[in-house]
Nanobody
């Protein structure tokens, strides 16, 4: 399984940014895909996830600001981020869960400047 992320970059407070993650390889029987973020020295934390049935879940701090969606034909998930805050800064990693195995992308940096 390979995960390739795109998007990210530098944005001002209150701005918007979109991330995408394309999955390839043996991706049948996917349970869930999602986005995690991490800052150096901190634990990786779940930002948003979406199940195979399309049920989305969000970290409380990003609810009503971030939207995750999935394109099943393209095996791609997207994270639309709005009203960005400095605390949203971090490396964002795409995650795919297949059975009990987690796969990770290489990460993309999001920096929110004030």
């Amino acid at each position: 399984v390979q995960l390739v992320e795109s998007g990210g970059g530098l944005v001002q407070v209150g701005g918007s940014l979109s991330l995408s993650c394309s999955a390839s390889g043996n991706i049948r029987s996917i349970n869930q895909m999602g986005w995690y973020r991490q800052l150096p020295g901190n634990q990786r934390e779940l930002v948003a996830s979406i199940t195979a049935d399309g049920n989305a879940d969000y970290r409380n701090s990003v609810k009503d600001r971030f939207t995750i969606r999935r394109d099943y034909d393209k095996n791609t998930i997207y994270l639309q981020m709005t009203l960005l805050k400095p605390e949203d800064t971090g490396f964002y990693y795409c995650n795919l869960r297949k059975g009990i195995t987690d796969y990770w992308g290489k990460g993309t940096l999001v920096t929110v400047s004030s």
